[in-house]
Structures are given as structure tokens and as C-alpha cells.
């Protein structure tokens, strides 16, 4: 399905729903390489007078290379129906299978920048901060000790939205 693209501020949706009920991708890289996984954890809003987006991946995953790479990262919130998909980017690392082309989605570049046809939302964010989720900021106790018991603590990371695309 063709990508329309929208104004985002114009946009009405929930994102208790949107990001941490149906699950979205985190993806970044470039043609040659790239990276995708699943996300539940995450905001939308406005970060500096801008509509953004917060993104939290722990130190382990292989996304976090392509992210810490890439000047972008783009969020693709998919159609129904992909559940297996984003099961399967969300419990096998790329370091392992080839994501991109075993989830049986279809892999675009939309400003040159990663994410997947079945969408029917691409955000496409420019990196503005990277912050560490650093355990002597966690203000409770029990949060490290539900969370964080392997220490393989998260980075934050603010995007903003330059261009939001509708499937
Ligand atoms: C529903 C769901 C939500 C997830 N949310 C996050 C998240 O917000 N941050 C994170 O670091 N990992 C999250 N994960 C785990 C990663 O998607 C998973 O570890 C993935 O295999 C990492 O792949 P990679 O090593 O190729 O980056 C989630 C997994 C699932 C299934």
C-alpha cells in the first residue's frame, strides 16, 4: 500500500494503545544495513517545540548500534493483522537471522530511511538526545530490582518527528 504523507500535529490517536498495545518497529540503518525490533516502550508529544517521539532500548540489542549510528530512526506502526511479525522482531536479535527479509514484511526506505510497507504509520525521527536511563536516577529501588536484574539497563532517546507518513 502506498504512503501518504501527513501532517502528525494534525493526528488524533492513543498512544497507550498505538505504542503499548499493538506494538511498533524501531528501525535504522541504511540500504546496505539495517536493523529492525519491536518497541512498546515509548511517548509521543513535544520536545523542544517540536512534535517528537521517546524511544528506550536497552544496551543489548543490535537496534542499538543502528540507532547510535544513524543521525534518523523511523517508528512503523503496522496494519492488523502482523502480530507473528512483530513477535518474531521482537524475541530473535538481527545479530541471528537476516530480519529483514524472514519476518515476512516488506522492507521500504522512506526518506531514506528504513521501515516496512504493512504500515499505517511511519514516523520518521531525527536523533536530537541520547540519555542514559542510568540506574542511580531511578529514584525506587523496586524498579531496578522488577526491571533491571540482568543490569542491561535502557537508553532514551528523543526523536524528533520530521515526517509522518500514513499506509
Ligand atoms: C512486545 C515487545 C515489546 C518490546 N519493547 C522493547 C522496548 O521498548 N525496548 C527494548 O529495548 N526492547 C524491547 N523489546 C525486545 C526487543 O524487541 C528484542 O530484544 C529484539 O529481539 C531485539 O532485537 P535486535 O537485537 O535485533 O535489536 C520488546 C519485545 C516485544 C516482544
Redesign the pocket.
Known amino acids: 500500500m502506498a504512503l501518504t504523507k501527513i501532517n502528525i500535529a494534525e493526528q488524533s490517536f492513543n498512544p497507550f494503545e498505538l505504542m503499548g498495545k499493538d ?1 511498533m518497529l524501531i528501525s535504522a540503518g541504511n540500504v546496505n544495513k539495517w ?8 511517548g509521543v508529544g513535544v520536545i523542544w517545540g517540536k512534535p517528537s517521539v521517546t ?4 544496551h ?5 548500534e543502528f540507532v547510535d549510528n544513524s543521525e534518523y530512526f523511523t517508528l512503523t506502526f503496522l496494519q492488523d493483522g502482523h502480530r507473528d511479525a ?2 518474531k ?7 541471528a537471522i537476516d ?1 529483514m527479509h524472514e519476518s515476512g514484511l516488506t522492507p521500504i526506505f522512506v526518506d531514506g530511511q528504513p521501515a516496512f510497507a504493512e504500515a499505517k504509520l511511519v514516523l520518521v525521527c531525527k536523533k536530537r538526545c541520547k540519555s542514559e536511563i542510568a540506574p542511580e536516577d531511578i529514584l525506587q529501588e523496586a524498579t531496578i530490582d522488577k526491571w533491571y536484574g540482568d543490569r542491561d539497563f ?1 537508553t532514551m532517546y528523543i526523536g524528533e518527528i520530521i515526517a509522518a507518513y500514513q499506509g
Do not use: C, P
Request: aromatic share 14%; glycine share 10%.
Open positions: 506494538w536493523n529492525t525490533m519491536t518497541a512498546s516502550w515509548g524511544a528506550y532500548i536497552r543489548s540489542r543490535y537496534t542499538k512483530l513477535n522482531m521482537g524475541t530473535q536479535s538481527g545479530r530480519k535502557h
